[in-house]
Nanobody, 116 residues
């Protein structure tokens, strides 16, 4: 079982920035795509950003131009830099990794709150 350990998140003011990090707790031979989803209260979980092993990225329209995703394959880690935060970015953010065999693994979630 692959454990994804998240860090970062917390409270930010509108217009502020936060960074999220996520890494596999043990070496994983091959992780294909990694990414972040989020779930706000009363809403379905939605894709925020995903990055392929070769660095190709895909971001939700709602965060394009504000968020950036990156990864370090050697560390089996993925990062999300969030700038120009808005109250509607408030959610629990989940790290996700898809392994070579196709299985999907999730982190425990970290809270991001954007409020003045």
């Amino acid at each position: 079982q692959v454990q994804l350990v998240e860090s970062g998140g917390g409270l930010a003011q509108p217009g502020g920035s936060l960074g999220l990090s996520c890494a596999a707790s043990r070496y994983v031979f091959r992780i294909n795509s990694m990414g972040w989803h989020r779930q706000a209260p009363g809403k379905q979980r939605e894709l925020v950003a995903v990055i392929a092993r070769d660095g190709d990225t895909n971001l939700a329209d709602s965060v394009k131009g504000r968020f950036a995703i990156s990864r370090d394959n050697g560390k089996n880690a993925v990062y999300l830099q969030m700038n120009s935060l808005k109250p509607e970015d408030t959610a629990v953010y989940y790290c996700m990794a898809v392994l070579r065999g196709g299985s999907t693994h999730w982190g425990q979630g970290t809270q991001v709150t954007v409020s003045s």
